[in-house]
């Protein structure tokens, strides 16, 4: 029963977006024991960031800030959430 797959699907905006912060939480392994102090969360918190790292190409262009600012700010558009500029880090 544990080797049964589960298949989330995000817009690609989401998926970028999301990439990012697991970058930055995950790059500092004391934000994400503070964030997710259950270790046995993260595999499936590294399962999510390898994949997305691995279907995105933008996280490898150099125009990545730029798209990445976008997104969010397509996201934030589509929920009627305040700037990007606001959100905090």
Same mark, same amino acid.
């Given at each position: 029963?544990?080797?049964?797959?589960?298949l989330i699907k995000l &817009?690609?905006?989401q998926a970028f977006v999301l990439s990012d912060w697991l970058y930055d939480v995950m790059m500092r392994s004391d934000k994400l024991d503070a964030i997710v102090p259950d270790r046995a969360v993260w595999s499936g918190i590294y399962a999510i960031s390898g994949?997305?790292? &691995?279907?995105l190409p933008e996280v490898f262009m150099p125009d990545y800030a730029g798209r990445?600012?976008?997104?969010?700010?397509r996201l934030l558009g589509a929920m009627g959430g305040e700037e990007a500029d606001d959100r905090p880090r």
């Open positions: 029963m544990d080797d049964e797959s589960v &817009t690609r905006d994949t997305l790292e &691995t279907t990445l600012d976008e997104a969010r700010q």
